[in-house]
């Protein structure tokens, strides 16, 4: 099917009110949909059918899910003409940063009392749209960052959400499974050779420890790269590559989920510590953001899960973005201000001509 036509099938079915998610995969010119034919509002706890999964950050076993029973399925290839992104500027708003670097201060002050090693902390950004078109959303949002996992998921009852994220939770094909450990944050200036200070290789060794440790139980053979610099739009992370064969037996879709989500790239280290604190602290609900999605093929024993960064929902003629970085002992509160000020324009590029 042409783009065009699959843009058409999808506002019509949001104008019905009905639920759906349309993706594509990182680096693949095949955009798919699940149109829902009725409104209702799955959930799953075993990741055990085919559809599209969204859980949340605070995932306890059960998460929103769009059958492929129930659904319409549709592709279409993308064509090859890029959108192009310009840098939107963001008034600064004195009183928000100031709580932001006060938040990111006691986080510090946290770690240096030796309660934790990585909290990740973020905030929400909200920014009104004057004229919302899904159809721009969808040309742009999917024109736009190749490499990445992008993804719309509209439900009426939990609004539409919008990403395109740079990181893996896990891809399952069969018995072999890919992660990835990112984290390190800097800003892309027309090179990817870039070097990175020692703060940024501990917390990703820290993140690459953590992930490859929750994954000994259920795997038989583990290969780690080394790190290397990894482009995602107008930023540059560290990522190493985590791959593998699973147990046979041991290693359900739910039970990889479950051990690996949330990652200290998106929680912290220790785990429960980091995640008290951020409930106690951050001071907003995440929702989604942070949480996982993709697709489940299969029945479980092929899926792509991605981890729901650079993304917003977009409720009411407002688009909600959420941002954060992962804060260790070497973290300066301004810097990891403008870090997230950076990770805004991701999703702020998409949105330009809705402003
Ligand atoms: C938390 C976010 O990103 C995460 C934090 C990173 C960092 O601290 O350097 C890098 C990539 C992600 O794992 C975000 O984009 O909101």
């Given at each position: 099917?042409?783009?065009?036509?699959?843009?058409?099938?999808?506002?019509?079915?949001?104008?019905?009110?009905?639920?759906?998610?349309?993706?594509?995969?990182?680096?693949?010119?095949?955009?798919?949909?699940?149109?829902?034919?009725?409104?209702?509002?799955?959930?799953?706890?075993?990741?055990?059918?085919?559809?599209?999964?969204?859980?949340?950050?605070?995932?306890?076993?059960?998460?929103?899910?769009?059958?492929?029973?129930?659904?319409?399925?549709?592709?279409?290839?993308?064509?090859?003409?890029?959108?192009?992104?310009?840098?939107?500027?963001?008034?600064?708003?004195?009183?928000?940063?100031?709580?932001?670097?006060?938040?990111?201060?006691?986080?510090?002050?946290?770690?240096?009392?030796?309660?934790?090693?990585?909290?990740?902390?973020?905030?929400?950004?909200?920014?009104?749209?004057?004229?919302?078109?899904?159809?721009?959303?969808?040309?742009?949002?999917?024109?736009?960052?190749?490499?990445?996992f992008r993804y719309i998921w509209y439900h009426p009852q939990t609004g539409m959400w919008c990403g395109a994220t740079p990181e893996t939770l896990v891809r399952v094909e069969t018995d072999s499974f890919k992660t990835m450990a990112l984290a390190g944050t800097q800003s892309f200036c027309n090179s990817e050779k870039v070097s990175w200070g020692p703060k940024e290789l501990d917390e990703q060794q820290m993140v690459t420890d953590s992930i490859t440790n929750s994954l000994q139980r259920v795997t038989s053979v583990l290969k780690v790269s080394n790190p290397y610099t990894y482009r995602a739009g107008s930023l540059l992370h560290l990522r190493t590559d985590i791959t593998g064969i699973l147990k046979r037996g041991k290693a359900t879709l739910t039970k990889i989920a479950a051990a690996l989500h949330p990652t200290p790239a998106v929680c912290g280290s220790p785990q429960k510590f980091a995640k008290e604190f951020i409930l106690q602290n951050e001071g907003y609900n995440r929702e989604f953001y942070t949480g996982f999605l993709g697709p489940v093929n299969e029945n479980g024993a092929s899926a792509s899960l991605m981890v729901n960064l650079r993304c917003m929902k977009i409720e009411n003629n407002t688009a909600r973005i959420f941002v954060g970085g992962g804060i260790t002992i070497g973290s300066q509160p301004a810097d990891e201000w403008q870090e997230t000020q950076n990770k805004m324009q991701t999703m702020l590029q998409v949105l330009a001509p809705m402003l």
């Open positions: 099917m042409d783009f065009n036509l699959l843009t058409e099938k999808i506002e019509k079915h949001f104008e019905e009110g009905l639920p759906f998610v349309v993706y594509s995969l990182p680096n693949q010119k095949i955009v798919s949909a699940l149109l829902q034919k009725n409104p209702e509002l799955s959930t799953i706890s075993e990741l055990t059918d085919n559809g599209f999964v969204l859980a949340p950050f605070e995932y306890n076993d059960s998460a929103y899910f769009i059958p492929e029973n129930d659904s319409e399925i549709v592709s279409a290839e993308l064509s090859e003409n890029t959108i192009e992104l310009t840098p939107v500027p963001v008034a600064e708003n004195a009183s928000e940063r100031k709580t932001y670097l006060e938040k990111v201060q006691k986080t510090i002050d946290n770690i240096k009392r030796r309660r934790a090693t990585k909290i990740v902390i973020s905030r929400p950004k909200d920014f009104p749209l004057s004229n919302f078109s899904l159809k721009q959303l969808l040309e742009r949002l999917f024109g736009a960052y190749p490499l990445a």
